[in-house]
């Protein structure tokens, strides 16, 4: 999981970069608006939008996780039993 400001030609604004179950998801958040750089409070708000975004990624692939292995304990205990 991670949140990186990205300054270049081509974008200005956070990526959200996270792997699920081997896949690799990314998510852009702008901070331009009309060609121009948001700035102060907006730029705080579209922050705070890619972390709380980064983070609710997190918990549900903790949630994913945990549901893949409880499926491959079950099929197991199926298999055995």
Known sequence: MSV????NKAFYGYRVRRTVAGKLYQEY???KNGGTRLEGKLK?????????????????AIKEVRQVAEGVISSTRREAG
Not at 4 to 7: A, C, I, N, Q, S
Not at 46 to 59: I, T, W
């Open 44 to 60: 705080s708000e579209v922050e705070k939008q890619a972390k709380a975004r980064d983070a609710g990624g997190l918990a549900r």
């Open 4 to 7: 990186k400001l990205l300054d």
């Open 29 to 31: 958040f702008s901070l």
